[in-house]
């Protein structure tokens, strides 16, 4: 039997994209056989289907780290056929065939049940962005934060973590603070819920200090470098900044003044290999409580697989405003 997916391979002239028609063999005989409705596009995604080593090391290879499906084998997991199941995360899309096809063949334990009431479609409107911008939120609530200490920052604030943080923070009574270059965007971000926006070049500029004046009661940082150091330099008293992306740098120069001076805290967040529990959890508020408010504002584009090689070069160029769904059945 075959499957239509995206297939990135790599030749002297470099890696191309294109959709070929795949057979279930390709995806071994173990594990959980789910059939693919949705996926969507995060920056990792574009970092595979660009041949970047750190991610995917071998091609021929289908990216999509996210998805979302109905299950056709159940293979030894607590499964039944026609469970509808979403997988983000682990190894998918990554070294294990993934979401940019019709079919993905991956262990039970890989796969969380699609919480009641989110629609698969909306499932991958979050996919891995909101998944980790919910556990940006839940790591700044563990450690205190609330909305009376005063407003929190988000950098990359258009991108997939950052818009859905600002959504998410924006519903919970929280004063949103959203970092972006997009002059174009600010409206967008308004609509998101964001209370205030802070223009990326001119918040790099007055970042170099060792330490700048306390504004913020946390952070939540998808873009490291000298944004996360100016960040931590600018929380308030006890304040936390939850960093969990790349976009800018993957470097951190600063002094410690800002930790044993102000006793700020710097929080580690990854969605790729946290406990499926705690994903199952994060899930369910996407899913009720934490539902941005207008989901449908959060959608760039729904794509099909023939389209997603225009839209990678736009997310590495930092140029996509929000979430893109990619369309599989
Ligand atoms: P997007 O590309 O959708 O968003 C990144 C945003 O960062 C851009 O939209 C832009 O926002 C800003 N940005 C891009 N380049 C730069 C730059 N050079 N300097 C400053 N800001 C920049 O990516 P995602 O939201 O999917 O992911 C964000 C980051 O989080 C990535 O690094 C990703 O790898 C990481 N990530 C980590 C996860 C984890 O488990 N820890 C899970 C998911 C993502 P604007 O134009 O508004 O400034």
Request: hydrophobic fraction near 45%; charged fraction near 20%.
């Amino acid at each position: 039997m075959t499957f239509q997916a995206l297939l990135t391979t790599e030749s002297d002239n470099g890696y191309q994209n294109a959709v070929v028609e795949r057979e279930l063999a390709d995806l071994g005989s173990e594990g959980v056989l789910v059939r693919v409705q949705w996926s969507s596009l995060n920056y990792k995604d574009a970092l595979s289907a660009t041949g970047n080593k750190g991610v995917t090391r071998t091609f021929p290879h289908t990216p999509g780290i996210d998805a979302v499906g109905v299950i056709e084998e159940t293979g030894n997991g607590p499964f039944a056929v026609g469970d509808t199941v979403i997988c983000t995360g682990y190894d998918l899309g990554m070294n294990t065939d993934g979401g940019y096809g019709q079919y993905i063949r991956v262990p039970a334990e890989w796969l969380v049940p699609l919480p009641e009431g989110l629609a698969p479609r909306d499932a991958m409107l979050m996919g891995t962005a909101g998944l980790t911008a919910a556990l940006c939120v839940e790591s700044l609530l563990d450690t205190g934060v609330n909305p009376d200490q005063g407003p929190v920052l988000v950098t990359g604030a258009t991108g997939g973590v950052g818009s859905i943080s600002v959504a998410i923070l924006a519903k919970l009574g929280f004063r949103v603070a959203a970092v972006t270059g997009k002059a174009d965007s600010h409206d967008w971000l308004r609509e998101l819920g964001a209370a205030e926006i802070v223009d990326r070049k001119a918040f790099l500029e007055s970042a170099s200090k060792p330490m700048l004046k306390e504004q913020w009661a946390g952070a939540v940082d998808c873009v490291g470098g000298e944004m996360l150091a100016g960040a931590l330099k600018s929380l308030k008293y006890g304040g936390s900044a939850a960093c969990c992306g790349l976009a800018g740098s993957p470097n951190l120069e600063m002094t410690v003044f800002p930790f044993i001076l102000r006793g700020v805290n710097l929080l580690g967040v990854d969605s790729v290999e946290l406990p499926c529990e705690i994903k199952q959890q994060m899930w369910q508020l996407l899913a009720d409580q934490w539902m941005p408010e207008n989901p449908k504002a959060l959608e760039a584009a729904e794509i099909g697989l023939e389209d997603v090689s225009e839209w990678v070069g736009k997310i590495l160029e930092g140029g996509v405003r929000g979430r893109v769904v990619v369309r599989l059945a």
